[in-house]
């Protein structure tokens, strides 16, 4: 039973990867503290056009953060997410916590010195 999970993760992930491949996506960024600070969860959702030219919005699982948001553990874990999923994002939306805001700015700022067509 324990190595089902991880299978179904992995399997679950793959599809993700394989619906996004060669698809250009908003990424859209919310996050939660839970009450006392003790953990932060975050929500990642790519939004793209598909080829019927119907809008799309696929939820792509993270795991939770340890404390409160901080911008180098945000933008850690949205690197990881652009890089497990092979992301080619043009466009982040978040709200305005200012820890989220600096690690998107950061993380895109990085994809554009690396040559990434990232707005």
């Known amino acids: ?61 993270v795991s939770p953060l340890d404390g409160r948001p901080a911008a180098d553990k945000l933008r850690s874990q949205i690197d990881d997410v652009i890089e497990k999923y092979q992301l080619e994002v043009v466009a982040v939306v978040s709200d305005s916590s200012s820890s989220l805001r600096n690690a998107v700015k950061d993380t895109l700022f990085i994809q554009m010195q690396q040559g990434h067509n990232t707005l």
């Open 1 to 61: 039973m324990r190595n089902v999970m991880p299978s179904r993760v992995e399997s679950l992930r793959q599809n993700i990867r394989e619906r996004l491949t060669d698809q250009r996506v908003s990424l859209c960024i919310d996050q939660w503290t839970i009450k006392g600070g003790r953990m932060t969860l975050s929500c990642f959702n790519a939004n793209f056009i598909n080829e019927k030219g119907e809008l799309e919005n696929l939820h792509i699982p």
